[in-house]
């Protein structure tokens, strides 16, 4: 019989799990590990040391695996749906995707799929500085928002786009850096508040979120902001100080995440895998 224990990380979210790697695929591990995606938004698996095939058979167990960025340099030529997260240059020769993930966000909102369920990170290679990872549950946000701004919100709309997201990267991006983005990606329009399958509500907010819907520019960035900062705080928030060979997954629609910033030079390196959604934002 396999054994797996989840040790929580923070009252609002975090859980370290105890298990062996060969019993990863286990289907009471696979079970239990899905259960404490939804209920921990993060799970932390220090230093599973798996390889991308390890990886790749663990992320087939969880789901759906897919790669939505193949578009974008840095994926593995040897195993194409491991996405290699890096500012080296050797592997990639344009950085704006990676330096995007300094400011929070939720994965994949700008493709036109179903919002990926989960991403899996395991780190190669660690910075000596900065390259915290934090995660902050957007289901505990929207729960403990004041009544009032949760009927402000209500029916809301907005705007994502990856210019959004890349805005505070570039001084001033140019005609063909826009172009680029637009054949890469497409403007989503999803709700602020979303009535999970499961009941549950979280906020859908992060750099993605360019305008509410209908609202002067400033009201809804505002709100935007507002929500992001709130989401963001402490007691909604961990920050994983990564030890190499861990495996950390989270929950990509309850959860955003953002990196703290670390040197290129020092040639961090995580290689990322994702599962698909399955779920329609509603
Ligand atoms: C990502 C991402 C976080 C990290 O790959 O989508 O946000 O810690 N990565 O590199
Ligand atoms: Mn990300």
Partial sequence: ???????????????????????????????????????????VFPRMNLTDREQLAFTDCMGERVNYTRAVPGSSAAEPDVYRVTLDEEINDSPEYVLGTYFWHIDGVTTNMPLPKATLLTARKVSARGGQTEFANTYAA????????????E??????TVESSLRPVFEEPTEEDRKRWSSMAVKM??????????????????????????????????????LA????????????????????????CGV????????????????????AGTEKIA
Avoid at 142 to 153: S, T
Avoid at 155 to 160: M, T
Avoid at 205 to 220: F, K, Q, T
């Fill in 142 to 153: 929207y729960e403990h928002l004041p009544d009032w701004e949760k009927a402000e919100i």
């Fill in 189 to 226: 329009e999803h709700p602020v508040v979303w009535t999970h399958a499961s009941g549950r509500r979280s906020l859908l907010v992060g750099s993605h979120a360019e305008r509410i819907v209908g609202m002067p520019l400033p009201d809804g960035r505002a709100i935007l902001y507002r």
């Fill in 1 to 43: 019989m396999a054994r797996i224990e989840v040790e929580n990380i923070k009252p609002h979210l975090g859980g370290i799990v105890h298990v062996e790697k060969a019993d990863l695929c286990e289907p009471e591990v696979v079970h239990e590990c899905q259960n404490a995606l939804e209920d921990r938004g993060v799970l």
């Fill in 229 to 252: 900062e709130w989401a963001g705080q402490p007691d909604f928030r961990y920050t994983h100080q990564w030890q190499e060979g861990d495996l950390v997954i989270w929950d990509n």
């Fill in 256 to 275: 955003m995440h953002r990196v703290y910033p670390y040197p290129a030079t020092s040639g961090r390196t995580m290689h990322r895998t994702t599962i």
């Fill in 155 to 160: 029916g809301l709309r907005a705007l994502h």
